[in-house]
């Protein structure tokens, strides 16, 4: 199978901690590499350069049923050509639709792999490291291979094309990166390699754990469940359903979940008028495994606010009267004159958590078990699963009646992914380009053209089941940086 030659991608050689406490601990070897002398200071490193920096692809609500043009009608025209592009589902999502001019620019496929090369910096140079604590080596390896995972992970899931087994070996992945070398040219790994370089990094991180000894408890450090949560979600998407199932039943055995209150959340105090609902960051909740991300997230809950973007009518539906996120997801108020709800999402914000904005928890493992098991047609184990975790959800599960055909019920779990990760993450982007075309919905954006203030036309884009803008071009900068990269097919979108 022929591979593509990519030239000039990022490297990093040099590292550079931010201000963690950790000033000072780096010894300078030349001009452009600086190597760590203590295994603990790469944990420092990847805390300041991931754990407090990490910001997702923050397009993706943009592109998917979780948000629709505002109810109120923006007058500021500029943040709304920002995201138009996005929202539309055009080819270029970096270029103005009026004029075709950049308006933004993309910065997440260079910060993964700026963060995947911090960690083969870690990867070439931890046996020159003493340790302070005995199993920091290991630990620092654990840490390096959970993080790499999770770039790879990212960039295959936006940069290429949806994983399907029989195609795998002959569909054009994301480039790996070994080493901190600059290279002239490297290979585009296929997608089969990109899943297997991802699947063997988290069982190293696993093997690491375990050598190290080392289980710190506190959110932001990862641990054996964190890498079983995530190994799980990599095999969903795979479609190795018995894989899921072995990987997650040590978590299944210790999995709590939060006991969420029943009516807006007790604490916190308004914040410019709205509620501060500090969903996870509160007193005796256990259903945290692990959190990295900056507090606020940008585009969310911003564009949100400035540019009128509010919570889809779809997405917002979905939550019944007895659903205790609608209150701690959203503030949502309803507005008379308009006969309508309009649901700005907490998430994104300091008013969801303060302790980064990711939040792994053992409610993606019983939602990840549930489909596996779903998916295998064992319904009855996958609504055991289901029960306690819509329990944990509402005030009473007892007006929720579970389907009981396959595919009703792993169309209720998606569902059900989608009422819990709303605006988290990839979550959701991620999760519709993994269903197979039989599943996955036509979505349908409108979006309202203004020009001074006033309405002018109101345009509506689909993005069709098969729709091969589901995989994003790279960035420009890249482009331009590698002209012989190659790059998926996307098209033009026209209203209708």
């Given amino acids: 199978m022929k591979h593509y030659i990519i030239k000039g991608i990022l490297a990093i050689a040099a590292v550079v901690a931010l201000a963690t406490g950790c000033k000072g601990f780096l010894d300078e070897q030349d001009q452009s590499k600086f190597i760590a002398n203590k295994a603990e200071h790469f944990s420092s490193v990847l805390l300041g350069e991931f754990n407090a920096m990490y910001d997702p692809f923050w397009l993706c609500p943009f592109m998917t049923d979780e948000l629709m043009d505002g109810i109120t009608v923006s007058q500021n025209t500029n943040g709304r050509e920002q995201t138009r592009p996005a929202f539309c589902w055009q080819r270029d999502i970096e270029k103005n639709m009026t004029d075709y001019s950049q308006i933004s620019q993309s910065e997440f496929w260079a910060y993964c792999y700026k963060i995947i090369a911090i960690c083969n910096n870690l ?43 029989a195609t795998a070996a002959t569909t054009m992945g994301v480039p790996i990166k070994e080493g901190t070398g600059i290279d002239d040219a490297y290979d585009r790994a296929m997608l089969n390699e990109v899943y297997d370089k991802i699947v063997n990094l988290l069982k190293d991180a696993l093997q690491y754990l375990q050598s190290s000894g080392i289980d710190y408890k506190v959110f932001y450090k990862i641990n054996e469940d964190a890498v079983r949560i995530l190994l799980s979600r990599v095999y969903l998407f795979m479609g190795q359903w018995d894989d899921v199932i072995s990987t997650l039943e040590p978590v299944m055995k210790r999995a709590r979940l939060h006991q969420f209150p029943e009516n807006d959340f007790p604490v916190g105090t308004s914040v410019s008028g709205w509620t501060a609902a500090v969903t996870w960051d509160t007193g005796g909740n256990n259903e945290v495994v692990y959190t990295y991300g900056r507090w606020t997230q940008s585009g969310i809950r911003s564009f949100c606010q400035s540019y009128y973007y509010n919570a889809s009518n779809e997405l917002f539906n979905l939550y019944d009267e007895t659903d205790k996120r609608l209150n701690l997801w959203f503030n949502h108020t309803y507005d008379k004159d308009k006969g309508v709800t309009i649901a700005i999402p907490y998430k994104g914000s300091s008013n969801y958590t303060r302790i980064g904005q990711i939040v792994m928890r053992y409610g993606e493992a019983y939602l990840n078990i549930a489909e596996a098991y779903a998916r295998k047609n064992d319904t009855d184990a996958a609504k055991s699963q289901l029960e306690k975790f819509l329990a944990s959800r509402h005030t009473t599960i007892d007006g929720i009646t579970l389907p009981t055909t ?72 890249e482009k331009d940086n590698n002209p012989m990269i190659m790059d998926y097919d996307r098209f033009d979108k026209v209203p209708y």
């Fill in 123 to 165: 990867f070439e140079n931890i046996d020159e490291c003493g340790e302070d604590e005995p199993g920091a080596k290991d630990y620092a390896l654990a840490e390096g291979s959970f993080i790499t995972a999770l770039m790879y992970f990212n960039l295959v899931n936006l940069y290429a094309e949806p994983y399907r087994a």
């Fill in 406 to 477: 396959q595919k009703e019920l792993v169309a209720f779990i998606m569902d059900e992914r989608l009422r819990e990760f709303c605006f988290e993450d990839h979550f959701r982007w991620f999760d519709l380009r993994r269903m197979e075309e039989s599943e996955r919905p036509e979505l349908v954006h409108e979006f309202k053209v203004m020009q001074n203030a006033v309405l002018v036309r109101t345009e509506t884009y689909h993005l069709l089941k098969n729709d091969p803008n589901y995989t994003l071009s790279l960035p420009y900068k």
